[in-house]
T-cell receptor, first 112, second 115 residues
Framework: DQQVKQNSPSLSVQEGRISILNCDYT??????FLWYKKYPAEGPTFLIS?????DKNEDGRFTVFLNKSAKHLSLHIVPSQPGDSAVYFC???????????FGTGTRLQVFP | DAGVIQSPRHEVTEMGQEVTLRCKPI?????LFWYRQTMMRGLELLIY????????DSGMPEDRFSAKMPNASFSTLKIQPSEPRDSAVYFC?????????????FGPGTRLTVL
């Protein structure tokens, strides 16, 4: 059973526009959320994270929003650039574990 | 720093053969994680170690899978015998600390194809 779900397998956005990637989770014990980015033939790399005590975290063009009541988080990329084309994984963890639970990923394509 | 190193990068084998994947974590990292990536299930945690000791192997799919970490700088994931459904990309990751939100650093992965 997927505790972390990314229901959109792919997303296509024009350069300069906003990209919004969504993630839903089912486990209310999750208290920390991360986004990883993966290019082809490479391993995932950490992008941005958010603690459950916050509802927003911003780092340059990347912002993550957390809606605890809806068990939903989203990653906003503004403005989108062709170099952002990659697979994005949402991950979650809880305070009493070392494990990260990953979603299935969303493939973002930014076209000129 | 060289990052997490995995070998081989690609492995093609026939059903029934033994496969060994190798990983060298980042020096000083106490945690090592093995993941498998498939289209259907995304990144699944198979097993992880803390200070060379296996902590949680609940993600290991079957007894055909085994993992070891004989020292702080080396780990192996073995599949014996291999089956076509084991075809996937296998990642190794390491982290300095555990606990909530530990940032994990991933290797480039091993793409395994079992014919």
């Amino acid at each position: 059973d997927q505790q972390v779900k990314q229901n959109s397998p792919s997303l296509s956005v024009q350069e300069g526009r906003i990209s919004i990637l969504n993630c839903d989770y089912t486990n209310s014990m999750f208290d920390y959320f991360l986004w990883y980015k993966k290019y082809p033939a490479e391993g995932p790399t950490f992008l941005i994270s958010i603690s459950s005590i916050k509802d927003k975290n911003e780092d340059g063009r990347f912002t993550v929003f957390l809606n605890k009541s809806a068990k939903h988080l989203s990653l906003h990329i503004v403005p989108s650039q062709p170099g952002d084309s990659a697979v994005y994984f949402c991950a979650a963890s809880s305070y009493n574990t070392d494990k990260l639970i990953f979603g299935t990923g969303t493939r973002l394509q930014v076209f000129p | 720093d060289a990052g997490v190193i995995q070998s081989p990068r690609h492995e093609v084998t026939e059903m029934g053969q033994e496969v060994t994947l190798r990983c060298k974590p980042i020096s000083g990292h106490d945690y090592l994680f093995w993941y498998r990536q498939t289209m259907m299930r995304g990144l699944e945690l198979l097993i992880y170690f803390n200070n060379n000791v296996p902590i949680d192997d609940s993600g290991m799919p079957e007894d055909r899978f085994s993992a070891k970490m004989p020292n702080a700088s080396f780990s192996t994931l073995k599949i014996q015998p291999s089956e076509p459904r084991d075809s996937a990309v296998y990642f190794c990751a390491s982290s300095l600390v555990g606990g909530t939100g530990n940032e994990q650093f991933f290797g480039p992965g091993t793409r395994l194809t079992v014919l």
